[in-house]
């Protein structure tokens, strides 16, 4: 690791292969935590490269549990986190949502590093059971049409590097990894990152791949459409520049995303708007991720995925599949 870190340090980049087989060594236990920081660091300190952001995800992957649910065709919705603006746990709403419409999830999540709470945070508060039992995952999908995949119990590599990223409490690059690391390996994304330069490399890692997916980056630094402003959309058809207006809805203000100073403050708000209590704000911001989520499976457009949502939403079909798996989770 000493040579690695000075070659860093003299801002030499790793190849594929160097970064792949760094993660697994530091997965087996192979550096000190001293040593570890250092390395998360390097990668605040400058840009990751392609071939070093893919030599990651591909040690990941070789490392995960893999759990089979092909079968299901189902989605995954989730956000690298790490935009720093403390939001509600939009990507885990819309995730409900749109499983509420009929369209499977496979939701990849984790506690909150960078943020006051991530989506596995606000799933365990509820209730939600955390299990990388296939036959478990396979039912949750079955009867609620959704399943949680908690990363610390697919990714046990990373047992090494979880206490150091919670101890420094910033993002990292495994905030980039989390979306591209979904051990059910759907065949459907939608994935929110946190910058510009992200989206792009993220595009060039899945232009080759035969993904149904948008990648998602609002131009005001959100990693998600949060209707603040505008937002760049990339997908394996298309690249365009959304506004709210496309959706025949108008921006909303950052405050009415917010979410919140603790982990019972986010609950609190997602058991609102599941229950149909949220503001029209709040509604709209779920039900355009969801919209998009629905549009990304069933190949339709964003307009109509986003009425499809707030159908979901407003009838209480969404607020069902939370408690069928809470009930599941007994």
């Known amino acids: 690791m000493k040579t690695l870190l000075n070659r860093l340090i003299n801002h030499e980049h790793l190849s594929s292969e160097e970064a792949k087989q760094t993660l697994v060594n530091i997965s087996n236990g192979m550096y000190n935590q001293s040593q570890i920081a250092s390395f998360l ?3 605040m300190m400058r840009s990751i490269t ?4 893919k030599g990651f995800r591909d040690a990941l992957l070789q490392l995960c549990i893999p759990i089979d649910l092909k079968d299901f065709n189902a989605i995954d919705i989730v ?5 720093g603006k403390n939001t509600f746990n939009i990507s885990t709403l819309s995730s409900f949502i749109t499983a509420g419409a009929g369209v499977n999830v496979s939701k990849h999540g984790n506690y909150g590093v960078s943020s006051t709470s991530g989506s596995s945070n606000v799933m365990e508060y509820l209730g939600v059971k955390f299990s990388n039992n296939q036959d478990f995952l396979k039912r949750s999908l079955d009867q609620a049409g959704i399943c949680i995949l908690h990363a610390p119990l697919f990714h046990p590599a990373m047992k090494n590097v979880a206490p150091i990223r919670k101890e420094l409490g910033v993002k990292t690059f495994f905030n980039m990894l ?9 065949k459907n994304q939608l994935l929110g990152v946190f910058n510009l330069e992200i989206l792009r490399k993220y595009s060039f890692l899945y232009q ?3 993904n149904n997916y948008n990648i998602v980056y609002a131009l005001d630094g959100y990693d998600e459409i949060s209707l603040t402003g505008k937002a760049k959309i990339v ?3 298309t690249e365009a520049l959304f506004s709210p207006e496309d959706l025949g809805i108008e921006k909303v203000s950052q405050e009415s995303i917010f979410g919140g100073d603790t982990i019972k403050d986010a609950a609190n708000i997602f058991v609102d708007i599941i229950n ?4 029209e704000q709040q509604n709209n911001v779920v039900c355009a991720n969801a919209g998009l989520a629905i549009a990304t499976t069933k190949q339709i457009d964003h307009k109509t995925g986003f009425e ?4 979901s939403l407003q009838s209480g079909k969404a607020k069902a599949t939370l408690e069928k798996l809470i009930e599941l989770s007994k």
């Open 41 to 43: 660091t390097v990668f």
């Open 50 to 53: 392609i071939n070093e952001l």
């Open 79 to 83: 956000g690298t986190g790490g935009d």
């Open 178 to 186: 989390g979306p591209l690391v979904n051990p059910s390996f759907p």
């Open 208 to 210: 080759n791949t035969e």
């Open 235 to 237: 997908s394996n058809r």
């Open 276 to 279: 149909g209590k949220g503001t």
């Open 308 to 311: 499809l949502a707030k159908e």
